[in-house]
C-alpha cells in the first residue's frame, strides 16, 4: 500500500482486522463469510476489502477479530520531523472536529523511532496543530473514551495510519462479569472453538470451565448469536460519518440470523466458587437455558453419551508444583481413555513436558499463544471400542 491507495482500492476500502497469532486462517475464513473480499492474510490479521457496512459487520459479528482498523496513510517516516510533515498531509477535518476528542496508539519497531509514546505524542501534536492553524481551536485528547482513536504503526520506517474502528478490543465482549484466577481470551477461545472443527451438531464440554468463558463462546457460536451483541460501544460510533441507521440494521440482520440448538453444551469446573461465578456469567449472556453447569473433579464428570467435541484450558505448570502437575496431566489423560471415547477432545496448554504425561500422541498440534506464553492446541481421540494408543 502507498498513500494513494491506503484509503481505497476500486473504490472499496481497504481494512486490517486483527487477531493472535495462530488464529489468521479462521478470522478470513469468518470475513469472507460476512461479505469481505480479497482477503490477504498478513502477520496476526488479514486484509481485506469491503464498504462502511461491512466494517459494522466484522466489528460485531466476527469471534476472532481484536480490532479492525481502517488505514488512510502509509509514508516513510525516517524521523520524527517526517512523520509530523506526513501527518499534517491527512486531512484531519475528514475525521475529527474541534468539538470531538482523539487518542492516539503509537507502535514502532525495526525503525529509526525507537519510542511508541513519542511517536503518539508527534502524531498528536501534528494533528492539534493541523486544527489550530485552520480554526484557532484543536480537538481535545482523551485517552479513555475517545471519538476517535488513530492507531499509527512503524515497521522497518514505513509508516501505517489507520483509524481503529473497534474502540476498546472485541475480546471484551460485554458478558464476563467476573473472572476466576487465569480466564482465558474470549477471541482466543472463539478461534480455538473454529480451528477445533466442531460442527454444532455434536456435544460440547469443557470439564475445567473456571469462570466459563469455553463453554460461553461455543454457545454464542452454536446459536449464531453475534460475539458484539452485549457490547455497549463500538469506536466507529463517534465518527463523523458514523450511520446509526446503517448500524441498526447490522445489528438486526445479524441477530436474527439466530439458530436453534438442540444437544448439550456443558462447563464443569472442581471449585464450586468458580462455578458460582460462571453462573453468573452464564446468566449475564442470556445463556442459562443453553449451557449445564456442573461442580465436578474431571474424573467425576460423565459427558453425555453421543460424543462431540471438548475443550479444556487446565492449570499451567507455572502455577502449581511440578509434582501435582504431573498428576493431574495424567489424570486427564486416564480420564480421556476412559471417558470421552467419541469425542474430538482439545487441550490448550503452555507446559510442554506436563502435557507428555497425557500419555496419549495428539493427531493435531496447533500453536497459539496464551497471551505471552507460547501453547499447543492439542487434539486427542479415543476411538470406541479400541484402547490403542493413536
Ligand atoms: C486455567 S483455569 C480455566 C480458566 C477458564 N478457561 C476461564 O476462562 O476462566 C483451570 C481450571 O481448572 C480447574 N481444575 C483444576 N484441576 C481440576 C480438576 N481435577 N477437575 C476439574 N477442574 C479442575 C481449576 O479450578 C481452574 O478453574
Request: with cysteine; charged share 30%.
Amino acid at each position: 500500500m502507498t498513500i494513494n491507495d491506503a484509503k481505497q482500492i476500486n473504490g472499496k476500502n481497504i481494512f486490517i482486522a486483527k487477531t493472535f497469532a495462530g488464529l489468521e486462517g479462521v478470522l478470513a475464513e469468518e470475513l469472507l463469510d460476512i461479505g469481505a473480499s480479497k482477503t490477504k492474510i498478513i502477520n496476526r490479521g488479514v486484509q481485506f476489502e469491503g464498504n462502511k457496512e461491512l466494517m459494522y459487520k466484522a466489528n460485531y459479528s466476527s469471534r476472532t477479530a481484536l480490532r479492525i482498523l481502517k488505514p488512510i496513510a502509509t509514508f516513510k517516516a525516517l524521523n520524527e520531523d517526517q512523520l509530523y510533515n506526513e501527518i499534517l498531509k491527512i486531512d484531519w477535518e475528514e475525521y475529527l472536529d474541534v468539538n470531538r476528542t482523539f487518542a492516539i496508539e503509537g507502535i514502532t519497531s525495526y525503525s529509526n523511532i525507537t519510542h511508541s509514546k513519542f511517536l503518539a505524542l508527534k502524531t498528536k501534536d501534528a494533528i492539534a496543530d493541523q486544527f489550530r492553524e485552520k480554526t484557532g481551536k484543536r480537538p481535545s485528547v482523551d485517552t479513555y473514551n475517545p471519538d476517535l482513536r488513530i492507531n499509527v504503526r512503524i515497521f522497518k520506517n514505513e509508516s501505517t495510519v489507520s483509524l481503529d474502528s473497534s474502540g476498546e478490543s472485541l475480546h471484551k465482549r460485554g458478558y464476563r462479569i467476573a473472572t476466576g484466577p487465569a480466564p482465558i481470551n474470549e477471541v482466543l477461545t472463539a478461534g480455538m472453538i473454529l480451528l477445533s472443527g466442531w460442527d454444532k451438531k455434536s456435544n460440547f464440554i469443557d470439564p475445567m470451565c473456571g469462570s466459563g468463558t469455553i463453554p460461553i463462546e461455543a454457545a454464542l457460536y452454536a446459536l449464531n448469536i453475534p460475539p458484539g451483541f452485549k457490547r455497549k460501544r463500538f469506536g466507529f460510533e463517534g465518527w463523523k460519518d458514523f450511520d446509526k441507521d446503517l448500524w441498526e440494521k447490522v445489528k438486526k440482520e445479524a441477530l436474527e440470523k439466530r439458530l436453534e440448538f438442540n444437544r448439550q453444551i456443558i462447563g464443569s469446573d472442581r471449585s464450586g466458587r468458580i462455578m458460582k461465578i460462571a453462573g453468573e456469567n452464564v446468566n449475564s449472556a442470556g445463556l442459562e437455558n443453553i449451557i449445564t453447569l456442573k461442580t465436578r473433579f474431571i474424573d467425576d464428570l460423565e459427558p453425555p453419551k453421543n460424543g462431540g467435541v471438548m475443550i479444556m484450558n487446565p492449570p499451567y505448570g507455572e502455577r502449581m508444583t511440578t509434582e501435582n502437575t504431573t498428576d493431574l496431566y495424567k489424570k486427564i489423560g486416564d480420564t480421556l481413555k476412559q471417558n470421552y471415547k467419541g469425542y474430538a477432545s482439545w487441550i490448550i496448554s503452555a507446559d510442554m513436558e506436563a502435557l507428555k504425561f497425557i500419555g496419549l500422541r495428539p493427531s493435531r498440534k496447533i500453536k497459539l499463544f496464551n497471551g505471552p506464553l507460547e501453547s499447543r492446541f492439542c487434539k486427542f481421540e479415543i476411538y470406541e471400542g479400541s484402547r490403542k494408543r493413536n
